[in-house]
């Protein structure tokens, strides 16, 4: 195989908006971002993950973009971008856009003149349809609730929007707006960042005569049925060929409804496509059959243990594999499949991130992540700001299917509004995120997690990240070695090998909070311990709560 410099990486995804306020506004900046580069560069990774910056109207905090080459006024100015991206460089961090075509904001120049006729000539830029039987063309829903088509009285026609109605989808099939698309991505390119997080970029290709889905619990057929969809991959190689081959980059799609089988397209290593893809199966495997992701937790570890080997020996030799816990979509791994305990919280989280740094892919890091930040204690469903929480939980309960007390209960285990209550940098005012009034409420246990403490303590969440992080970039076998699960129907434990030519991991994680009886692999009894989240070496035959220990044979 053939190096490439993101299989060794570590990828740090900052949310700008709750990462660093430079005026006191309140709200994230790049001026922000640009004063806590060096933080990131201690920490050991060296890409970063840029979530949008455009100018946009917010309807979904900067996922709906209204000019793809301006900063939306909140962040900042082209030129504080550029100050952003040359510190950056300058200390060895790559910058990584995110890019979202599969939908633009209403407000964008192309949906203005679209919807202002029919025969206008950006018509054909999105997707429009005459309604049937007195309403919409098919039964999609919505990904943030309700219906996936917005009636227009202008036109008397409907245009589509898989998520926000203020997010109408781009119509793909149109080859104008493919180049309009790579001639933005290329303007970008040029301007010197070094790849590009594709949003929902599974979802660009809709199924031929856009048919009816199978109605879920909502009432609404799918938005997945757009997954993977008949072009996909003729427009992902398009893009390849004409923009990113001529560049030596990192790219990952977020790839709603993918398939291990459709993965190896996505993320061949021919190179032919893009480098990796974001799948969800083990984001879903604590989720409900009916409410999806907004159910109460239900943890299912020989599940998540099945998906992920799947996708590991999967891939191996074909395509790349992503790792990742958090994003800004994903509520907080502690708190999600860890301990918020003080007694276990850090533990959980070293263990967390064992599990998931020693497998095979590029490890994502979400900020806050490398501290063990947990969800939000909210105490009033009003306080949330998701569109697609807020959403989802008005369609379910007014289906019955809900109330209000388990929607609260819902936003404390699953809005994405708990990745994205702001960074927690010391234990002062606003945990010195901001002077002001912040856009979400900081995490009251600010005073208790946060960075400025953490990096001057050794046995710091944030120093076990650097040392997982470090490892990583001395170990060939971390990188590439062949990935074994052994225990795989054990409730408790995650236990896996890896493996290249003489030298071996043996990786185990306790995902309890109770002891549990295991036996090393006699193989393994005299190994070295490469990395450990208890400091003393664990009893003989027995594993502690939330204990990881990974040994090296060689």
């Not at 040029?190 to 929902?200: C, E, H, L, S, T």
Request: hydrophobic fraction near 35%; proline fraction near 5%; charge should be negative.
């Amino acid at each position: 195989m053939k190096e490439k410099w993101w299989q060794r990486s570590v990828v740090y995804q900052i949310y700008p908006r709750s990462f660093q306020d430079s005026n006191g506004d309140g709200i994230g900046d790049l001026k922000g971002i640009t004063s806590r580069l060096e933080y990131v560069r201690e920490l050991g990774a060296d890409t970063i993950w840029l979530s949008p910056v455009y100018k946009s109207p917010n309807d979904d905090n900067g996922y709906d973009i209204s000019d793809y080459q301006d900063i939306m006024t909140e962040f900042g100015t082209m030129a504080d971008f550029d100050e952003m991206l040359e510190k950056a460089h300058s200390l060895g961090l790559k910058i990584v856009m995110d890019l979202v075509v599969n939908h633009s904001s209403d407000e964008h120049k192309w949906f203005i003149e679209s919807r202002s006729s029919k025969d206008n000539p950006y018509r054909d830029y999105y997707i429009w349809r005459e309604g049937k039987n007195g309403g919409a063309p098919n039964n999609w829903g919505s990904c943030f609730g309700g219906s996936a088509w917005q009636y227009d009285e202008k036109t008397d026609m409907y245009y589509l929007h898989l998520f926000s109605k203020k997010q109408p989808d781009l119509n793909w099939d149109n080859p104008v707006v493919r180049d309009e698309v790579f001639n933005m991505m290329d303007w970008w390119l040029k301007k010197g960042i070094d790849g590009f997080r594709m949003d929902v970029i599974s979802l660009i290709s809709k199924p031929e005569g856009l048919p009816d889905g199978k109605p879920g619990p909502n009432g609404y057929g799918s938005y997945e049925l757009c997954a993977n969809g008949p072009h996909v991959h003729e427009y992902l190689r398009e893009m390849n060929r004409r923009v990113l081959s001529k560049y030596d980059l990192l790219t990952v799609g977020e790839a709603a409804g993918v398939t291990l089988e459709e993965a190896k397209s996505y993320a061949n290593l021919d190179g032919s496509e893009l480098s990796m893809v974001f799948q969800f199966e083990h984001a879903s495997a604590d989720c409900d059959p009916v409410l999806g992701r907004y159910a109460r937790q239900h943890k299912n570890l020989p599940l998540l243990k099945e998906i992920l080997s799947r996708w590991q020996n999967g891939l191996e030799g074909i395509a790349w594999n992503s790792l990742y816990w958090d994003n800004h979509d994903q509520p907080r791994v502690v708190s999600r499949y860890g301990s918020e305990k003080p007694e276990y919280r850090e533990l959980s989280a070293k263990m967390l991130a064992t599990c998931l740094h020693m497998m095979q892919g590029t490890p994502y890091v979400y900020q806050g992540e490398e501290l063990g930040m947990t969800n939000y204690p909210w105490t009033s469903i009003d306080e949330i700001n998701d569109i697609e929480s807020l959403g989802n939980y008005r369609d379910f309960h007014a289906k019955g299917l809900m109330t209000e007390a388990e929607g609260l209960e819902m936003m404390r285990q699953r809005s994405r509004d708990n990745a994205r209550t702001p960074m927690q940098w010391d234990d002062g005012p606003e945990a010195g995120f901001t002077t002001g009034t912040p856009w979400l409420p900081v995490n009251p246990n600010h005073t208790v997690i946060n960075a400025a403490e953490q990096r001057t303590r050794p046995d710091s969440v944030f120093h076990y990240y650097q040392r997982l992080i470090a490892l990583r970039r001395e170990l060939d076998v971390i990188v590439y070695g062949h990935y074994e699960l052994l225990e795989p129907e054990h409730p408790a434990l995650f236990v896996y090998t890896r493996t290249l030519g003489d030298e071996s991991l043996l990786v185990v994680c306790n995902f309890a909070e109770s002891e549990q009886a295991y036996e090393i692999p006699a193989a393994y009894r005299d190994a070295e311990i490469l990395i450990a989240n208890y400091a003393d070496p664990a009893p003989a035959g027995k594993l502690r709560p939330w204990e990881s220990v990974v040994y090296r044979r060689r």
